[in-house]
């Protein structure tokens, strides 16, 4: 899927090609979070000397490491605003500003649980194409998919023939003028 596009149409000839683009998805975030995962505890472990008797320090630190390797429970849920959710945030034309070590803590933080809640969406997805699979909808069907910040939401089936029949139908015009000569 397109990097840095939050909405777009794609087309699959096979839900096989639709599920292994999901997979390679799954495998790039999973990648990118354990990447960030990384990045954190280097961060806690670093800021622990400084930090370590902090509230918000210790309230990330659990969470990290409560977090770490598990994915959210499948259904909805309410986020819960983090009991170490700093108040060093300046709001400024839109963005929120942070120049202090929790804020970078917090974001790194976000970033996981995000890419985490995308994974858990892509699996899910995945789950429903392996299944369409099983159901053999044919080799002649077009699969028309609506991605959502990178998660196929809607799909449209089209079967191949009705794509072949409106590229045999085109509309061709040939047009002549006659040049006059005015004297």
């Known amino acids: 899927m397109l990097e840095n596009l939050s909405t777009e149409i794609r087309s699959f000839y096979s839900l096989r090609n639709l599920r292994e683009s999901i997979e390679e998805e799954i495998a790039h975030y999973k990648a990118v979070a354990d990447e960030y995962s990384q990045w954190l505890g280097s961060f806690l472990r670093d800021m622990e000397a400084t930090h370590g ?3 918000w320090f210790k309230s990330l630190s659990t969470f990290q490491k409560s ?5 959210k429970k499948e259904g909805k849920k309410e986020k819960k605003k983090k009991e170490g959710t700093s108040t060093e945030w ?3 034309k839109g963005i929120m500003l942070s120049a202090s070590e929790q804020g970078e803590a917090e974001i790194l933080f976000d970033a996981i649980e995000e890419i985490n809640g995308k994974i ?3 699996n899910k997805v ?3 194409i392996e299944n369409l699979e099983k159901s053999t909808l044919g080799k002649d069907i077009i699969y028309i998919t609506y991605v959502n910040n990178g998660v196929p939401e809607k799909i449209v089936l ?3 023939r009705d794509k072949e029949f409106t590229e045999k139908f085109n509309f061709s015009a040939d047009f002549s003028m006659l040049k006059e000569v005015y004297t």
Do not use: N
């Not at 977090?67 to 994915?71: D, E, L, P, S, Y």
């Open 53 to 55: 008797d902090e509230e």
């Open 67 to 71: 977090q770490k390797g598990k994915i």
């Open 90 to 92: 300046i709001s400024y």
């Open 120 to 122: 858990e969406q892509l």
């Open 126 to 128: 995945k789950s429903s």
């Open 158 to 160: 089209r079967h191949k």
